[in-house]
């Protein structure tokens, strides 16, 4: 016996009708005598069809009815209201073959390309071949079709209509249709006109409930258990289910449709909700940001100002989340963290304070705000907000989650890995040994007062103008850097998309960089796309070079004692393969630095940069370059004409 046949459609039918009647006033002009028979009938439906009648329209169509299809006209011959758009669906004497009357599958098929596959002439060929169903409708379609039976021989259900704007929407059954015409029918009751009375009955009761279990499911961290029956609830229209939903769906990564709906107009999880919901908006927003107030609707004035104030502050990369009590300490000691590349330690200071943390009400599922911070927001990853979903919360008890595995490998072999387009195939960084990532631009500078910028994403350094440099000489190579720590007791800063490498003129900053300390200056090619391969190490003890060396263009240059474990003889060589070299290479330094670089921090987060001295020398005699001076436009004064 399939779910169809076992179905019980008296009672689904029934209970469809009730709630339909009773979400009607008693006393309405506008209504039509039919559905004002319906609402005192209490019944939406039609006699029952007879098998008679069943037969008879199968021969009529020429096909034997698909079985969810069958058993609905067992109990009703039709069915009016279906959903909010299909007026009158069809029984056994009004169903008949659409033959493309519409003309939709001529107009379909004009966006088809000449390869397009079965599925995309799927959505064609439904508008020729498929059974109509909608009698009266507002221009909406609904067809049976013949064409995709499974195995229990259920037709495929499309429906369509122009003013969506959504491409055509497909139910595996007619019974699935059916029970979304329902959930189509509470959501637009739960959402009344002004004046109407409250949408309740046996099936809200039910979801209420349901949403409520959920809600302690989740904080219990059991956010798979909640997530399924808050969807069904969303799809109801019931209150609390998207905001409680979509609190699980932001954390998981996703933004789609994540509007925190019914809960971000609550002044109580404003400084929660607001930020998240804004920073997506900007993300997304082309230019028009109208589309928030829609979103904020029902909210005070005092709210939507705010939300444009956290708006403002997030396109200007200053939102500050902040949290109460002892988790909002562990927040500040987060950020601290991340701002200079730990995102790993960052991310366990709040997982370890998550049990301190105190919701704003309760309907509040756990910390989010913190998503739109520039600096914690790149900490989340789907593998993390599944770590922090899964820890029990607010009080509940539920078994502690796995951590999450960490981001950094702890090393400098992560930049012989190929990144996302191959971008990366130069990098230069400097390391220098216990002295903190601020202190590093007056190290590699010639300003004693240098400072770091506010932290920016890698693409936001390259792609913003460098303040106060007016000048550029096709002889300097000023390098902008990311700055944080590079593991136990050194400091970075990182370019990762560097000038290109001149042998003759390089000057290395490792001398300058290693005054009173130790400093490691590399610079990679292996795998650059202009120029021939090139690497470079030099070290510093005391502001004095101790050894380095240079391999470019198939030959090596040295100086210095160089470590046996960091020869150059040991990686390059006639036959030696460029990329094995590169990681070769790094894992020794590595080993012997006992340094590493942030890859999650570089890659996906913001640090701190500065511009650097050039890293090469003045030009000689004899030496050409080009100086391009940038100046800004001044208003003239209009000569007045003879």
Request: net charge negative; glycine share 8%.
């Amino acid at each position: 016996m399939t779910e169809s046949t076992a179905f019980d459609w008296r009672s689904f039918l029934l209970r469809w009708s009730g709630e339909w009647a009773d979400s009607l006033p008693e006393e309405d002009e506008t209504r039509d005598a039919d559905d004002e028979r319906a609402r005192q009938a209490r019944w939406l439906g039609f006699p029952a069809a007879s098998e008679e009648d069943i037969a008879a329209m199968e021969e009529r169509l020429g096909r034997r009815m698909p079985p969810s299809y069958r058993e609905f006209l067992k109990v009703s011959d039709g069915w009016r209201n279906a959903g909010g758009f299909v007026w009158l669906l069809a029984g056994t004497s009004d169903a008949r073959w659409h033959e493309d009357e519409s003309g939709l599958a001529e107009e379909f098929e004009e966006y088809l390309d000449e390869d397009a596959g079965p599925e995309e002439r799927q959505g064609v060929d439904v508008w020729r071949r498929g059974l109509q169903l909608d009698v009266e409708s507002d221009i909406t379609h609904v067809l049976l079709d013949p064409g995709e039976v499974d195995e229990d021989g259920e037709w495929a259900v499309y429906t369509w209509a122009s003013w969506r704007a959504a491409p055509p929407e497909r139910y595996a059954t007619f019974l699935e249709f059916m029970r979304d015409m329902h959930r189509e029918f509470h959501s637009l009751r739960a959402r009344p006109d002004g004046g109407e009375s409250e949408f309740a009955n046996g099936t809200t009761r039910e979801l209420d409930a349901q949403v409520e279990e959920a809600r302690l499911t989740a904080l219990r961290g059991d956010w798979e258990g909640a997530r399924k029956p808050l969807d069904e609830a969303k799809g109801y229209g019931r209150p609390r289910a998207a905001g409680l939903g979509d609190q699980i769906r932001r954390l998981l990564g996703q933004t789609y449709m994540v509007y925190f709906d019914g809960l971000v107009t609550d002044p109580r999880y404003a400084s929660e909700l607001l930020p998240p919901l804004v920073a997506d908006h900007a993300a997304h927003a082309s230019g028009d940001d109208s589309t928030l107030r829609f979103h904020l609707r029902g909210a005070d004035d005092d709210l939507v100002s705010l939300a444009y104030a956290t708006l403002e502050e997030v396109r200007d990369r200053t939102f500050h989340y902040k949290a109460v009590g002892p988790f909002g300490e562990a927040v500040e000691r987060a950020r601290e963290l991340a701002r200079w590349g730990e995102t790993d330690a960052a991310w366990r200071t709040l997982m370890d304070a998550l049990p301190l943390w105190e919701p704003l009400g309760p309907d509040h599922l756990a910390p989010l705000g913190w998503v739109a911070d520039p600096l914690l927001g790149p900490l989340l990853t789907p593998e993390r907000g599944r770590e922090l979903l899964s820890a029990p919360r607010a009080g509940r008890k539920g078994a502690a989650p796995s951590p999450a595995a960490g981001l950094d490998p702890g090393d400098l072999t992560w930049l012989a890995d190929p990144d996302p387009g191959n971008n990366r195939t130069s990098y230069r960084f400097v390391l220098v040994e216990g002295v903190e990532p601020a202190e590093l631009p007056r190290r590699l500078t010639e300003e004693d007062d240098a400072v770091l910028r506010a932290p920016t994403t890698f693409w936001e350094s390259r792609h913003r103008s460098r303040p106060g440099q007016g000048e550029f000489s096709s002889y300097d190579d000023r390098a902008l850097m990311a700055v944080g720590r590079a593991g136990t007791g050194w400091s970075f800063a990182f370019d990762g998309d560097p000038s290109p490498f001149h042998r003759q003129r390089f000057v290395s900053p490792a001398a300058a960089a290693a005054v009173g300390t130790r400093a490691v200056v590399v610079w990679c090619g292996l795998r650059t796309w202009h120029g021939k391969p090139f690497f470079h190490l030099s070290v510093a003890q005391d502001g004095v070079e101790q050894y380095a060396f240079t391999y470019a263009e198939g030959e090596t240059q040295r100086s210095g004692p160089i470590p046996p474990a960091l020869d150059p003889d040991r990686f390059f060589g006639g036959t030696a393969d460029a990329a094995e070299a590169e990681r070769s290479l790094l894992d020794a330094l590595t080993r012997a630095f006992g340094a590493s670089l942030p890859r999650h921090a570089l890659v996906n987060g913001r640090l701190h940069t500065f511009t650097t001295r050039s890293w090469t020398r003045p030009p000689q005699d004899g030496e050409t370059y080009l100086v391009v001076r940038l100046h800004r436009p001044t208003a003239t004064p209009a000569t007045p004409s003879d």
